[in-house]
């Protein structure tokens, strides 16, 4: 289960990775981000940014148009 | 954000700022906050037209002139913009207000939101100072927590860093 949520649905690049990085920066060190976002790049931008920050992608589904990640924070 | 200077591994990114109409000043917002948001060290270096994106009131416009290739979306297709439009009195503005609700429609970040952005994930943001001299601006006109400095103080930052854009 996730420690927290954020609703990226709606948001273009690059919306969703500075929301995704502005949550992460409040959370502790092993909680996890579950995030929701409509734009299809974010499937790529989500794995790249997480690869370079070294937060770990738990998982990338998509549901409808919904796109759904899960990151764990390093 | 991270203290990525006492990383072994950090990256660095500059970026020389020189426009100031909305459809330019996208580029190095989107780059420059995409990058800091991913640990790097971004400094953004902002000389001649680019100066005006530092300014407390952001009223941008853009020109159809010299964007030759410049399409927008209209009634299900797509509309050439002609050169001759930019010669219209308040054409700049009134362009740069279609642009803008196309874009809120479309979800993507204001400039305001975008430069928000830069202050909340440090980024080094460098007013020209000659700039600031030839046009005439006061620090006073410009949002707080930049700095002021001139090529050199740009090209110490580039010659540490592992990008370098000229936008």
């Known amino acids: 289960m996730a420690d927290q949520t954020l609703n990226a649905e709606g ?15 409040g959370m502790s060190s092993g909680q996890v981000l579950e995030i929701s976002a409509t734009d299809p790049g974010s499937v790529a931008d989500m794995a790249a940014f997480c690869k370079q920050t070294g937060n770990e992608l738990l998982s990338s589904d998509s549901e409808a148009d919904v796109y759904k990640f899960e990151i764990r924070k390093a | 954000m991270l203290d990525t200077k ?18 330019w000043a996208y580029p190095p917002f989107i780059l420059g906050t995409t990058a ?6 971004v400094t953004m270096f902002f000389t001649f037209y680019g100066l005006v994106l530092l300014k407390k009131d952001l009223n941008l416009g853009f020109s159809t002139l010299g964007n030759a290739a410049m399409e927008m979306p209209m009634m299900g297709g797509h509309m050439k913009m002609p050169n001759m439009l930019s010669m219209l009195p308040g054409a700049g ?24 952005a830069a202050v909340d994930l440090e980024i080094n943001m460098i007013a020209c100072q000659m700039t600031l001299d030839l046009f005439e601006y006061s620090t006073d006109d410009m949002i707080d927590g930049i700095e002021l400095g001139g ?3 740009y090209m110490e930052r580039a010659l540490n860093s592992d990008i370098n854009l000229f936008i």
Request: charge should be positive; charged fraction near 25%; hydrophobic fraction near 45%.
């Open chain 1, 11 to 25: 948001l273009n690049c690059p919306l969703p990775i500075l929301r995704a990085k502005k949550t992460l920066k």
């Open chain 2, 6 to 23: 006492e990383l072994e591994n950090a990256k660095s990114m500059s970026i020389i700022v020189t426009k100031g109409t909305l459809d």
């Open chain 2, 36 to 41: 800091a948001a991913m640990d790097v060290e």
């Open chain 2, 93 to 116: 503005s009134l362009a740069g207000t279609m642009m803008k609700n196309l874009m809120a429609k479309k979800g993507v970040a204001s400039i305001e939101e975008l430069r928000e």
């Open chain 2, 151 to 153: 090529a050199a103080t």
